[in-house]
C-alpha cells in the first residue's frame, strides 16, 4: 500500500482538487443558492457517484497500461505533469472563472434529476478523468503492491476530501457567495494557492522522472 508520506503530499494535492474553481462546484453552489440545501445535498450525492465512476475507469485503465506497456507509465507521468502545469496556469490566467461564479437562474428539480445531474456533471467532465490520470501515477508504486487497490486508496481519499470541502460549501453556499463577490482578493489568493500546489506537484514528477533515469 501507499506510504503515509506519499498519501500526505496527496492529501495535499486532493484539497486543491476540490477548491479548484470548474463545473462540479459551480454546479452545486448554484444549486443550493436557487433551491436550497437539500437540493446541494442530493446534487453532491449525484457527483461522488460519479467520482466513483472515474476511479473504477482510471483504476482499471493504469493498471492495463502498466502491465502491457511499462514504457507508457513513464511517458503518462511526463504527459501528467505537463497538464498539471497547465491547469495551474488556466486558473492564473485573467477572465478565469473564480468558485463563486455561480449561475442564479437555475429551475426547481426534482430529486432524481438533481442527484442524475449531479452525476452527469461529473461523469461528462474529461477534466476530471485526465487529473486522475496525470495524478494517480505519481504516487503508484508497482512494488507497493497492488495497483488497483492503490488506485482506490487514493480515489476515495479524494472521494472523502471533495465531500468534506464541498458539503461546507453548499451549506454556507449564499453567504459564501456574497462575501467572495464584495472580497475578490481572496479568490486571487484561492487560484494562487491552487496554481502553486499544481506546478509542485508536476515538478516533483518530472524530477522523479530524472532521477530515476
Known amino acids: 500500500m501507499i506510504v503515509q508520506k506519499e498519501l500526505l ?14 463545473p462540479n462546484m459551480i454546479y452545486l453552489i448554484s444549486r443550493s443558492i436557487t433551491q436550497g440545501k437539500k437540493a446541494g445535498m442530493l446534487s453532491l450525492l449525484g457527483v461522488m457517484f460519479g467520482f466513483l465512476f472515474h476511479i473504477i475507469m482510471v483504476a482499471f485503465g493504469l493498471t ?14 511526463i504527459s501528467g505533469a505537463f497538464y498539471l502545469i497547465y491547469l495551474a496556469f488556466m486558473a492564473l490566467k485573467p477572465g478565469s472563472e473564480g468558485v463563486f461564479s455561480v449561475q442564479k437562474d437555475l429551475p426547481e428539480d426534482k430529486p432524481v434529476k438533481l442527484f442524475t445531474m449531479g452525476l452527469l456533471t461529473n461523469v461528462l467532465n474529461p ?8 495524478l494517480f501515477p505519481q504516487f503508484i508504486k508497482p ?42 482578493v481572496w479568490v486571487r489568493v484561492q487560484k494562487w494557492v491552487m496554481a502553486s500546489v499544481l506546478i509542485s506537484l508536476a515538478a516533483k514528477m518530472l524530477l522523479t522522472k530524472a532521477k530515476n533515469n
Open 143 to 184: 512494488e507497493a503492491g497492488h495497483i488497483i487497490a492503490q488506485c482506490f486508496q487514493l480515489g476515495f481519499i479524494q472521494m472523502l476530501i471533495s465531500a468534506l470541502i464541498n458539503f461546507t460549501v453548499i451549506m454556507i453556499a449564499a453567504k459564501a457567495a456574497l462575501w467572495f463577490s464584495a472580497n475578490p
Open 9 to 22: 503530499v496527496f492529501l495535499l494535492a486532493a484539497i486543491a482538487m476540490a477548491i479548484t474553481p470548474g
Open 127 to 134: 477534466k476530471i478523468a485526465v487529473f486522475y490520470l496525470s
Open 64 to 77: 492495463a497500461v502498466l502491465l502491457a506497456v511499462p514504457f507508457l507509465f513513464t511517458v503518462l507521468k
